[in-house]
């Protein structure tokens, strides 16, 4: 990751809190995100623990510019020494213009992965079996934000460099809305996961649709932030 990608998802993290209603709820929204500890991130800092944890709740406080700023620069420099993969994460999703609470991760594989096998390693069950019988990459969205914010040609980008891929929609419950828009996408991804579900919780018609536009459909009912670890695990 270049310096100038580096310093781009610096100022976006930074922003976020700077500007926002709850702060220290948003600091430990990313620090969890970057799966630091508390006692990690104070040890870089050179506080106690417990300054870092005033700070997330509030007792103290709201940070000013110049503490953020150096929290910030601590997340990623502690993740550049563990090997950088959550900069690298972030910095995908923002070179295609996409805001991490639209788009939870977007990754291209360098060799094309067999849809069973993606399926095993992230637990879901396939419902339908598509045209085709591997993907290449992954995009993790969330359903609402997408549907609702996105129009027809940034749904298209969430494809990242190929279809042959599989689209994770989050946040369903019963994967309606997802099925839906999907109808109105052509071409469609290789592959879409209804996360948060079994596939008898999945809505009735989706197996339908899946087989009329003739990609695979699975349900996933792990655990959104076990699904995203196996998920980056994947080569």
Not at 29 to 42: G, I, P, Y
Not at 99 to 109: G, K, P, Q, W
Not at 171 to 176: A, D, H, L, Y
Request: with cysteine.
């Amino acid at each position: 990751m270049g310096q100038g990608q580096r310093r781009e998802l610096a100022e976006k993290i930074a922003g976020e809190i700077a500007l926002s209603d709850d702060p220290g709820g948003t600091l430990r929204k990313w620090r969890t995100d970057f799966e630091v500890a508390q006692t990690e991130l104070a040890d870089e800092l050179g506080v106690s623990p417990s300054v870092v944890s005033d700070y997330e709740s509030g007792r103290r406080e709201s940070p000013g510019i110049g503490v953020v700023k150096r929290t910030v620069e601590a997340l990623l420099e502690i993740d550049a020494r563990r090997g950088g993969s959550h900069i690298r994460q972030h910095a995908r999703v923002l070179s295609a213009g996409f805001d991490a609470d639209i788009v939870h991760d977007l990754r291209e594989y360098p060799t094309a992965v067999h849809v069973d096998d993606f399926y095993e390693a992230i637990g879901a069950t396939e419902i339908v079996g598509g045209a085709q019988d591997s993907v290449a990459g992954h995009t993790v969205i969330d359903s609402i934000q997408a549907i609702s914010r996105l129009s027809s040609e940034e749904f298209y980008r969430l494809y990242g460099q190929s279809t042959n891929r599989a689209l994770v929609f989050t946040n369903v419950t019963s994967g309606e809305g997802a099925m839906v828009a999907l109808r109105v996408l052509n071409p469609t991804p290789n592959a879409v996961v209804l996360q948060g579900l079994d596939d008898e919780s999945v809505w009735e018609h989706a197996a339908e649709l899946a087989r009329i536009d003739g990609y695979s459909l699975a349900a996933c009912p792990t655990d959104l932030d076990e699904m995203l670890a196996r998920i980056r695990d994947l080569p």
